[in-house]
T-cell receptor
Framework: GDSVTQMEGPVTLSEEAFLTINCTYT??????LFWYVQYPGEGLQLLLK?????DKGSNKGFEATYRKETTSFHLEKGSVQVSDSAVYFC???????????FGTGTQLKVEL | GAVVSQHPSWVICKSGTSVKIECRSL??????MFWYRQFPKQSLMLMAT?????????EQGVEKDKFLINHASLTLSTLTVTSAHPEDSSFYIC??????????FGPGTRLTVL
């Protein structure tokens, strides 16, 4: 079945550091890929998405490129801020119907 | 974006009792809502798809008589955990679909069964 694997956290960075959170997936066909972010006490929010190979999703300085050859969708940001501290979830959706398969989430802590 | 609320945000109950969790769409109508369950340090697992005016569709391995879902209106879906036991302790999250098939998530409900 479908699955999403992302790096374990917590990831602790200093402000303005470069961020990479790895995500790989297993799915048949051509899934859509997503990154969701969950700030403390809030619900998951869509951060960015990509629907086909080589697409790049971007939002709020975050980027991720849909790499079919490596079945990856790594999340990157050039300079993190304290306000980026949150839990980040990689997810996929396949075949319509809007059902999402999530990774386990990666907690990011950004310190001054 | 669309706003989804859940009530309560946390609940503690005794084993054997039933607990109802509400999921509301505050600013849009949702014909479809999803219920997820999340264990500590694990991913969100889809439990069921709730459709307004019809029976919910449960994922494999989810007991429909244990987790009762009622989607009585376009703005409200409820999940009732019947005869709760400690193994039902978890974080329950709902989501709605709006706009271009984007899912909007509630903040979750922490259930602890003693």
């Amino acid at each position: 079945g479908d699955s999403v694997t992302q790096m374990e956290g917590p990831v602790t960075l200093s402000e303005e550091a470069f961020l990479t959170i790895n995500c790989t997936y297993t799915a048949t066909g051509y899934p859509s890929l997503f990154w969701y972010v969950q700030y403390p006490g809030e619900g998951l929010q869509l951060l960015l998405k990509a629907t086909k190979a080589d697409d790049k999703g971007s939002n709020k300085g975050f980027e991720a490129t849909y790499r079919k050859e490596t079945t990856s969708f790594h999340l990157e940001k050039g300079s993190v801020q304290v306000s980026d501290s949150a839990v980040y979830f990689c997810a996929l959706s396949r075949g319509g119907g809007n059902k999402l398969t999530f990774g386990t989430g990666t907690q990011l802590k950004v310190e001054l | 974006g669309a706003v989804v609320s859940q009530h309560p945000s946390w609940v503690i109950c005794k084993s054997g009792t039933s607990v109802k969790i509400e999921c509301r769409s505050l600013d849009f109508q949702a014909t479809t809502m999803f219920w997820y369950r999340q264990f500590p340090k694990q991913s969100l697992m889809l439990m069921a798809t709730s459709n307004e005016g019809s029976k919910a569709t449960y994922e494999q391995g989810v007991e429909k008589d244990k987790f009762l879902i009622n989607h009585a209106s376009l703005t409200l879906s409820t999940l009732t955990v019947t005869s709760a036991h400690p193994e039902d302790s978890s974080f329950y999250i709902c989501s709605n679909i709006a706009g271009e098939n984007e899912q909007f998530f509630g903040p979750g409900t922490r259930l602890t069964v003693l």
